[in-house]
């Protein structure tokens, strides 16, 4: 059965520090991996995906990195912004349906 | 290209009452999954929908059930509601890659 964990649960950092998420899984048999980013209450918005042949990808201040062999991603922010706070949940695939399994998300704060 | 949506945005039921929330996916998207996120938990998967058929469902009771429309929005009902159902639904709309989420249903059950 999939495990996705997220550590740590929560992170405080001071503007313009980078920051470095980490998400694990048990199962490398996974089709993709994507990074969501929730505010408080809110939906999640897609940060960035990575397909199972791929090795990072990045869009802007962000870049993620995916090693399927040791069951690892890790999200990289350049530069925090105050604007980051939020929380980060990385899901994987196990199928060619897209259906998502989650990690529990790790809660950040940057402080001006 | 319209985003997904979904209503209501807050709903307050009480033990025991039937609840019917609604999304409409992105444009084009065939494919339409619900999860539940109870607090301080990631997205838990319900089940998915393709082309009106259920495609799947994760580990949730009969109770929790669902429809796809022709024009590929979509329902989740939950009948006899518990207080554990309390939770931001959300449902997210595919069609292949990337997937595209809505902003989510808080339901309270009392």
């Known amino acids: 059965k999939q495990e996705v964990t997220q550590i740590p649960a929560a992170l405080s950092v001071p503007e313009g520090e980078n920051l470095v998420l980490n998400c694990s899984f048990t199962?490398?048999?996974?089709?993709?991996l994507q990074w969501f980013r929730q505010d408080p209450g809110k939906g999640l918005t897609s940060l960035l995906l990575?397909?199972?042949?791929?090795r990072e990808q990045t869009s802007g201040r962000l870049n993620a990195s995916l090693d399927k062999s040791s069951g690892r991603s890790t999200l990289y922010i350049a530069a925090s912004q105050p604007g980051d706070s939020a929380t980060y949940l990385c899901?994987?695939?196990?199928?060619?349906?897209?259906?998502?399994?989650f990690g529990a998300g790790t809660q950040v704060v940057v402080t001006p | 290209e319209t985003g997904v949506t979904q209503s209501p945005t807050h709903l307050i039921k009480t033990r025991g009452q039937q609840v019917t929330l609604r999304c409409s996916s992105q444009s084009g998207h065939n494919t339409v999954s619900w999860y539940q996120q109870a607090l301080g938990q990631g997205p838990q998967f319900i089940f998915q929908?393709?082309?009106?058929?259920?495609?799947g469902r994760g580990n949730f009771p009969p109770r929790f059930s669902g429809l796809q429309f022709p024009n590929y929005s979509s329902e989740l009902n939950v009948n006899a509601l518990e207080l554990d159902d309390s939770a931001l639904y959300l449902c997210a709309s595919w069609t292949g890659g990337e997937q595209f989420f809505g902003p989510g249903t808080r339901l309270t059950v009392l």
């Open positions: 199962d490398s048999a996974i089709y993709n």
């Open positions: 929908y393709y082309r009106e058929e259920e495609n």
């Open positions: 990575i397909q199972s042949s791929q």
């Open positions: 899901a994987v695939t196990t199928d060619s349906w897209g259906k998502l399994q």
